[in-house]
Every structure is written in C-alpha cells, then in structure tokens.
C-alpha cells in the first residue's frame, strides 16, 4: 500500500501520537491487551502505521477493514495478510478487526472473517443497528434476535467472537446497553459480547455508567477507554481525563483486550499561537526635563506584550 504522506507530516504526527506512550505503559497485567484503533493514521501506509503504534508502546491495533478503512472488505484477502505482516514485524497484533458486519447474509461478510480467523484474528466489532423512533422499540428488538441468532451461528463455525460496541444518540440500539444486552445475553460470550465504551456509556448514562458497566460483566469482551466534553449539545472528543468521564475506576478489573482510541487531536479551545501586542500612549507637552523627553518631543510610548502558546 504506497504512502502519500511526506517526511514531515509523517514525524509530525508520530510527535503528536508519542504522547500517548506513558498511557501505554499503564498496561503491565499481562492479561491486558492495550491497542489503539488506527482509524486516524489511515494517511500512513501499513509499515508507518505499525512502526508508530509500536513506539507509542501498545500491544495492537484495532484496524478498520470496512468501507473507507484501511482495508476494503473486497480486498480483503490481498490486503489483510500485508497489514497483519507489517505488524508482525513490529512486534504488534491485530487485537480486533472493526467491520461492517451485523449479518451473516451481507456480501463480503464470511470472505472478511474466514480471512481473519486464518491470520489468528478472532475478534471483530459489528456495525450498529438503528431504531426507527416513529415505531414501537420493542418490536424492533425482537426482529434484530434472529439476525443475532444467525451471527452467532457463523461466529461458532468460524472461531470468532463479535463484539457490540454501546454507542450514544437517540437512534442508536445499544446506547442505553441494556437493549443490547438483553439481546446479546441468550447467546455464549465466546460468539457475541459487549465492547464497553466509557465515553458513550457517560454521554448516555451520566453517573449511572457502573450500573451500565455491572450489567455487562457476563459478556465483556473489550473496554474503550475514551473522554470527551460537550459541545452544543453533542460529544466532542477529549484527551483522557480532561472531560466528563469519571476516573475513579480502579476498583473495576478489566481482563479483555484495553482499546484506546484515539482522542488526541486538536481541542476546539486549543490557541496554538496567540500574539497581542498593546500600545499606550501619550501627546507630548511643552515642559520636558530629560534628555529622552526632549529627543522623543514629549510623547510617551509603553508597549506590553504577550506571547501564548498551548
């Protein structure tokens, strides 16, 4: 996959990602499996992509193998193998392959997952389903059960588990977690689990995430570590511990795979370069007593500057 990036857009960005490298040092428990999704580095071919992730220090990636993703499904037998090398070489694996897949009956569904299971990928995050809100909510769960009854067939054939992930917004199903889950719970965790996303679950839940978080434990297969502020009334990504999600939660064990997206881009109050620069001053007069007040003919001239940067 040839790069268009030049050499130093490419050193800027590592710069800015190697700020995440003392988050990935939190993930000693050899249990943890702490990865970054990718989405964002989509520019860099797939050797930069893992050389930088592996600088940050992560243990994989979740890469997008779906429309617009770093692989298309319809080439995903050319080019997954390439990616999942590239990551080899760098010490890093393919923790969870996101796709578009929340039906066996879509085109290119088994191609991508037969293809992942062989290069030892079993792990992939669905396409979420949407409500129509002009209609009843329950009936529309019902119908979503046997498309999950299906999934969860193919998902036991292959050696794949998928993973749910609870996402805000008002047409979202999964974004309280409990419709979802009551869903997701008739089937084993080892076909369909829950993707926990901390972001969403408070954008949604406010304070009553643990509720959210203890309702899941029996079909947790990842946890999204993400923050973000709100802005006019819609989520707007932040660094860690910056904005609305609560950072009390060590009391909480995570045993599946810690994905970090990537939230570090440029804040909306973020003042790179701000120059001002304020001048005073005053008409001369008649009467001057010092050398500098008969050179400048009695003006006075005091300039403050400021100079921010962050």
């Not at 193998?81 to 890093?92: C, F, R, S, Y």
């Not at 006075?300 to 921010?308: C, D, E, G, L, Q």
Request: charged share 20%; net charge neutral; aromatic share 10%.
């Amino acid at each position: 996959m040839p790069s268009t990036i030049s050499r130093r857009h490419f050193l800027r960005n590592c710069a800015a990602a190697a700020a995440l490298a003392p988050l990935a040092s939190m993930a000693k428990d050899p249990r943890w499996k702490f990865c970054a999704f990718e989405k964002p580095l989509q520019f860099l071919n797939y050797d930069e992509t893992a050389a930088l992730l592996a600088d940050c220090g992560f243990d994989g990636i979740e890469a997008a193998v779906r429309k617009g993703g770093h692989v298309l499904p319809e080439r995903v037998e050319e080019d997954l193998p390439k990616m999942v090398d590239a990551l080899k070489k760098h010490g890093l694996e393919m923790t969870i392959l996101t796709s578009d897949i929340n039906n066996p009956n879509q085109p290119q569904a088994h191609k991508v997952l037969t293809t992942a299971k062989k290069l030892g990928i079993t792990r992939y995050r669905m396409l979420w389903y949407q409500y129509d809100l002009t209609k009843p909510v329950q009936p529309q769960l019902d119908a979503i059960r046997p498309q999950m009854k299906d999934l969860a067939a193919m998902n036991r054939e292959l050696g794949v588990t998928a993973l749910y992930q609870n996402h805000s917004g008002a047409k979202m199903v999964g974004a309280p977690l409990w419709d979802i889950y009551d869903v997701i719970r008739e089937h084993d965790p080892k076909e369909i689990s829950i993707a926990f996303d901390i972001m969403h679950a408070t954008a949604e839940g406010g304070l009553d995430w643990p509720i959210q978080w203890n309702l899941v434990q029996s079909h947790l297969g990842a946890v999204y570590c993400k923050d973000f502020t709100w802005m006019n009334r819609k989520t707007k990504g932040a660094p860690l511990g910056t904005g609305q999600v609560d950072q009390a939660t060590s009391e909480y064990t995570v045993t599946d795979p810690y994905n970090m997206h990537a939230m570090y881009g440029p804040q909306y109050n973020d003042t790179p370069l701000n120059y001002n620069l304020f001048v005073v001053w005053s008409p001369g007069s008649k009467e001057q007593n010092s050398f500098f007040g008969h050179l400048a003919h009695g003006w006075s001239f005091a300039p403050i500057v400021t100079w921010n940067n962050g």
